[in-house]
């Protein structure tokens, strides 16, 4: 029983698993930031350019 609980506090597979996903999560979280302020300045523009064919 002792030889398992040690096994078990020096295997760190999981704990690489959890950075993965913490550094896939921030990935993320920057991609959807720069896709939101992209897709704003995208929809300024159109309003923009559909305004000026408008007139």
Do not use: P
């Not at 040690?6 to 999981?14: A, I, N, P, T, V």
């Not at 993965?20 to 309003?47: E, H, K």
């Amino acid at each position: 029983m002792k030889n398992l609980f040690s096994r078990f506090l020096k295997d760190e597979s999981g704990a690489t698993a959890i950075e993965y996903g913490l550094i896939a999560a921030g990935i993320s979280v920057v991609i959807i930031g720069a896709v939101q302020l992209i897709g704003t300045s995208l929809n300024t523009t159109f309003t923009s350019i559909n305004t000026s064919l408008n007139k």
